[in-house]
């Protein structure tokens, strides 16, 4: 098993070892995605799971820093806290006006609810 | 740390693969539930980052409440007929543009901290419940309430909003 | 009588025939008979109180000058000027005695003439109130004692001479002889009030009297000789546009056009003698050289017109150019010195002219009635050549004419004689003592044609037989309203109202009672003293006389050899010497003279300045219009295309935008969320590029 390890140590070597950097950009790719989501697509609720994919985003952020700071620092974890609070209220009032809308318009498609287009 | 690294890496590789199955799929259902993987990755990051409590309340509400709420909402406003409901984009040109600018501007921010802090704090407590706790009760305990505030209007709301109006 | 009395008379002589106009020309019309009693009898009393001023004064008041002054207007001290006052007044010495007597006896007689002449004329009225204004006018300068006065009496008599001769102005000749009466008169007049104003300005009063003493001690006008000679001749030319004397004698033979009533009156007898009574008045301030003027332009006068007269036909272009001639004889009289001759021959004149026209006017009236019963409508009454053998039908008439024909004539026994006698005999001292042969030569001339072409004129109307027998029949005589004033006038001509002596003519009381007035011009500039003038006179006289007579006898000869018996043959003379001929029957061309220079230069001055006006000033008017229409069309363009198209392009740019931007307002929440993340990316640039 020498050799398996050999490879394994070679393999972390190149690795680049976990910074706070590395969290950043998962960060940035989830709220990226999320930013792709609310934009283009057209099912309503793939818009919603679009905002929820930016909440997340922002929370790595939030925790990442947190950890990462100098000090004992929770501030970042409390502010992820809120954020889930709101997440979750949010979800559940997106998903009413949806239901409302699918009830009016008998569609979910957002292109399709368009009375406000001049 | 080298499990660490790779513990770090094989999640932060689930969860970016869930969220672009999430994004770029057809099906909504297959969407709706590589969400719930997301969620998962995301809440095996908190823990790397000493964050237990919220690891779990992630898991907790994201995947057993708002999940749920949103297959719910699927289901209630498709006519499922079967497993494969398909879902199109629009705009979806512009929509890549502004994504890959967006991208990249924070990439370009993120590599500035490149060669900044490094090491996370040392010392801390094991688990992080009763800083929290406590943290919110006295420092925080404002925003809390307006958070308990909050959550009934939205209970509140949501109810009204979406329930069947009688004809009158 | 008092020296106030005699002033009152005077004044009421002037006013009564004023208020007779006043009251003729308001009320006239309405009045029995049309108010021609009125009139007369103003005139008549005028007269009757004019006889007693003349007597009162040679009796009582022989050598003063009775005057009443009386400030007209008082402008205290004038910024520049001075004190500026302005007195007029009148006076009466004996010469004014006399002209009062002759200005109302003529007016008088005239006024019974018309009643007869111009039995029912269309303006019966209106033609007595002018006589009664044209009375007070001349009798305003007789009586002025000032030159503002005198002016303006002066000018009214020009007015009434116009609206007289302009009497029937339906005759467009008649209307024009009163218009050019009336210019050629301004003409003189301009001279005439230069000359005033160039004594005003010297001696700041209008006073006659005063200018006198001014000039007496040696106060000359702007200080030079040459001011005072040309005063005196600008101020004469008032007197040679009133007076006909050459150049401006053309009005007088056109104011024929009036009733003849009114050529005795103005023509004849007044107002041309107004220019005589100016040079009278005026004597004392004239130089030897204006005197010199004077008597050459009546020399050349009284030639001009004798020698039209003896190629006219018309009885009144006769009398005309007579009169033309006897008022050169009388200024020509009054420049060489001798000036008690000169008024006395006004005198004289006065009465046998104004006989001559009312017994052509009594003949006028007998032809029209003749021809109006025959009914030739186109024969000329006036023309005599259609006359002859009237002696038979107008036995007063005839008699009466040949008196003043033999007076103007100046044979023995008449006034004529007398007061032209002396007047040759002035010329012949004249000429002796300057050397200015001319002058007498000129006269005694004058003296013959005028003996001549008088006789001529009395045989072609009265002696021979009348052209158409069956016209004779129905001559009559005119009716005593028109033949005692004829009678009266005939008597008038006689010697013994003037003078016992019916051969010296300068023991007449007229000669007497109007002496030459000193000079009061300095002696170097004077013409020869009355002394002196007096002494050669005396000398003179007995050849002045014998010469008178040996050419009126010669005139008189020659007219009936040639009318009468038929000796010469008048046609044939006038074809040997046709162009001659012409040229007199043509009045020496004056008319067409002044036609050409005068009348058309002013006309050419008048269509010049209508060309400046229509093609300058208008031309700068409509330009200027132009120019504002031009600019306002091309402010208008500039308006719809600039400022118009400025604005529309903006709203168009909006309503551009406004498509445009609509776009975006897709109604898609995406779209917006779109940009919303867009605009965030935009501020992150923007903070990170700053």
């Not at chain 3, 008597?491 to 000193?518: C, D």
């Not at chain 3, 600039?642 to 309503?655: C, E, H, I, Q």
Request: glycine share 8%; proline share 3%.
């Amino acid at each position: 098993m020498g050799s398996l390890e050999s490879f394994w140590n070679e393999f972390s070597a190149w690795l680049p070892h976990v910074r706070l950097a590395h969290f950043l950009v998962v960060s940035a790719v989830l709220f990226a995605l999320g930013i792709y989501a609310i934009a283009s697509r057209r099912n309503a609720i793939m818009v919603l799971m679009g905002v929820e994919l930016i909440l997340n985003a922002a929370n790595i952020n939030f925790i990442a820093f947190s950890r990462y700071s100098a000090g004992m620092n929770f501030d970042g974890q409390i502010a992820a806290i809120f954020v889930i609070i709101l997440a979750a209220a949010e979800a559940a009032i997106g998903l009413a006006i949806v239901l409302n809308i699918y009830h009016r318009f008998q569609t979910v498609n957002v292109d399709e609810v368009s009375s406000l287009k001049e | 740390m080298q499990l660490f690294d790779i513990a770090f890496y094989v999640f932060a590789l689930i969860t970016i693969i869930s969220a672009c199955i999430v994004v770029f799929s057809k099906n909504i259902i297959y969407a709706a539930f590589s969400l719930l993987f997301t969620f998962f990755g995301v809440a095996a990051l908190y823990v790397l980052l000493h964050a237990d409590f919220l690891a779990v309340t992630q898991v907790l509400i994201y995947v057993g409440g708002i999940l749920v709420l949103l297959l719910f909402g699927v289901m209630l406003t498709n006519n499922v007929i079967s497993v494969d409901m398909k879902t199109g984009t629009i705009q979806t040109i512009p929509a890549l543009i502004l994504v890959a600018i967006v991208a990249g501007s924070l990439a370009g921010l993120c590599y500035s901290t490149w060669k900044g802090v490094a090491e996370p704090a040392a010392g801390g407590p094991q688990t992080t419940t009763a800083t929290l706790g406590q943290m919110l009760m006295t420092s925080y305990v404002i925003p809390f309430e307006i958070a308990s505030v909050v959550l009934l209007v939205a209970l509140i709301g949501a109810a009204m909003t979406a329930r069947r109006h009688r004809n009158s | 009588m008092t020296q106030d009395t005699l002033l009152t008379f005077a004044l009421a002589i002037l006013l009564l025939p004023l208020a007779a106009f006043a009251v003729m020309i308001f009320v006239g019309k309405r009045l029995p008979r049309q108010g021609d009693w009125l009139s007369t009898s103003a005139i008549f009393a005028a007269l009757v109180l004019a006889l007693t001023v003349l007597y009162a004064k040679l009796t009582q008041y022989h050598a003063d000058t009775l005057a009443l002054n009386f400030t007209w207007i008082d402008f205290h001290e004038v910024p520049g000027i001075g004190p500026l006052r302005i007195v007029l007044g009148f006076a009466v010495d004996n010469l004014t005695a006399v002209m009062l007597v002759v200005v109302t006896l003529i007016s008088a007689l005239v006024h019974l003439f018309s009643t007869g002449y111009m039995k029912g004329d269309v303006r019966y009225s209106r033609y007595f109130a002018y006589l009664g204004l044209f009375s007070f006018s001349m009798l305003t300068i007789v009586l002025a004692n000032n030159l503002f006065l005198l002016y303006v009496g002066w000018e009214l008599v020009g007015i009434c001479s116009y609206l007289l001769i302009g009497h029937w102005y339906e005759k467009k000749s008649a209307s024009d002889a009163a218009i050019k009466a009336f210019v050629v008169n301004r003409v003189g007049d301009l001279g005439f009030f230069i000359g005033i104003a160039i004594l005003y300005m010297t001696f700041r009063t209008f006073s006659l009297s005063e200018i006198f003493e001014g000039i007496r001690s040696g106060h000359l006008p702007y200080g030079s000789q040459w001011w005072l000679t040309a005063a005196g001749v600008l101020l004469f030319c008032g007197a040679v546009g009133k007076s006909a004397q050459f150049p401006l004698h053309v009005w007088l033979p056109d104011a024929m056009e009036g009733p003849t009533p009114v050529s005795a009156l103005i023509h004849a007898a007044t107002m041309v003698a107004a220019g005589v009574y100016l040079v009278a008045r005026l004597f004392p301030l004239m130089t030897a050289d204006a005197l010199l003027v004077i008597a050459y332009i009546g020399a050349i006068t009284a030639f001009i017109g004798a020698t039209i007269a003896i190629a006219q036909n018309d009885i009144k272009k006769v009398l005309a150019y007579s009169t033309i001639s006897q008022l050169g004889y009388m200024i020509m009289a009054l420049g060489v010195g001798a000036y008690s001759a000169g008024v006395f021959h006004l005198v004289t004149h006065a009465m046998f002219k104004a006989g001559l026209f009312l017994g052509s006017g009594s003949v006028i009236h007998a032809m029209h009635g003749a021809l109006h019963h025959t009914h030739e409508h186109d024969t000329d009454p006036q023309d005599i050549r259609n006359m002859g053998g009237l002696r038979a039908k107008m036995p007063v008439t005839f008699w009466t004419f040949v008196v003043y024909t033999l007076a103007i004539s100046g044979v023995p026994l008449t006034s004529g004689f007398l007061s032209k006698d002396e007047i040759l005999a002035g010329t012949l001292a004249f000429g002796g003592l300057t050397g200015h042969v001319v002058i007498p030569l000129i006269g005694f001339l004058v003296a013959g044609l005028t003996a001549f072409y008088m006789f001529r004129l009395v045989i072609l109307t009265f002696l021979g037989e009348h052209k158409a027998s069956g016209r004779i029949e129905h001559v009559h005589e005119s009716p005593l309203v028109m033949t005692v004033p004829l009678l009266v006038l005939a008597g008038l001509s006689l010697f013994i109202f003037y003078s016992v002596n019916p051969f010296g003519g300068g023991s007449s009381w007229i000669v007497r009672s109007v002496e030459r007035p000193e000079s009061t011009v300095p002696a170097a500039l004077a013409a020869p003293s009355a002394g002196v003038f007096e002494e050669v006179l005396g000398n003179v006289h007995g050849t002045a006389m014998l010469l008178s007579l040996a050419v009126a006898g010669l005139g008189i000869l020659a007219a009936f050899a040639t009318y009468y018996w038929k000796k010469i043959s008048a046609d044939a003379f006038a074809r040997s010497l046709a162009p001659l001929h012409r040229f007199l029957v043509n009045k020496w061309y004056f008319d067409e003279l002044y036609n050409a220079v005068v009348v058309n230069g002013v006309l050419a001055l008048a269509a010049l300045l209508r060309w400046v006006d229509t093609w300058i000033i208008d031309g700068a008017v409509n330009g200027a219009g132009s120019l504002t229409r031009v600019t306002s069309f091309v402010s208008g363009k500039f308006d719809t295309y600039v400022v118009d198209g400025f604005v529309n392009s903006t709203a168009y740019l909006s309503g551009f935008f406004g498509l445009v931007l609509r776009k975006f307002q897709t109604g898609r929440v995406q779209t917006y969320v779109l940009f919303a993340v867009l605009g965030v990316m935009v501020f992150y640039f923007i903070f990170r590029l700053v």
